[in-house]
């Protein structure tokens, strides 16, 4: 198994995704299809472009590692390091015109993420994170990853993508914390991670995500200096429960309110 090489070919999926995605944004015409029955799930042309596009380039580059896409699936590989893509993670704010989707690239290995980018194309920011790396790029050039650390959890700054979170009982979990603390804000997606390891806010509680979601930002927030650990304060690099905090102090403060709900 060899690290060489992954952040350049991050990037060079990154970059090829940002040239699959933006045609389609605020686009006349843009639609989207729906994954479920039950609630809107949607994916875009767009999501499937930029998924074809990264795939195209790691079969060429990387043909011995896996894949995991949130558009194609799993592709096995051989070398022990699986790509965990998401190619719009924000497809509901892609489709209203925000500019707070992303898209995520993470490589993994049997224990976790080790390397993660968050790029946003419209606004041209990149946030990396893993093998040495914890910086950001962007309009106002670029600069290391710094998440705040310790400070009171009356203090904090809390964000989630959905007021509901998920299920009703983890609706009131989030609101607990939420009672707790400073501000609270909602609808970023991966966006709210991204600001996190820059140093701007405090928590990200949220619920039913899958592996693909949430695997490149625990690699940018923990190089930032950051904890991501699901609501019992394991691993969450599989999904599920997810809680982000730029400190131990606030880390431990928000899982003594969720462990009431686990």
Sequence with gaps: MTTDGIPETAHALADAARRAILPYFRSDGLTAETKEQSRFDPVTEADRAAERAMRAILTDQRPHDGILGEEYGHTAGTSGLTWVLDPIDGTRGFLSGTPTWGVLVAVSDETGPIYGLIDQPYIGERFEGGLGRRQMSGPLGMRDLHARGNRPLEHAILFTTFPEVGTPVEARAFEAVSNKVKLTRYGMDCYAYALLAAGQIDLVIEA????????????????????????SGGPAYQGGRVLAAAGQEQHQAALEILKDFV
Excluded: F, H, M, S
């Excluded at 693909?212 to 930002?217: F, L, R, S, T």
């Design 208 to 231: 039913g995500l899958q592996a693909y979601d949430i695997q490149a930002p625990i690699a940018v927030i923990e190089a930032a200096g950051g904890i991501v650990t699901n609501w």
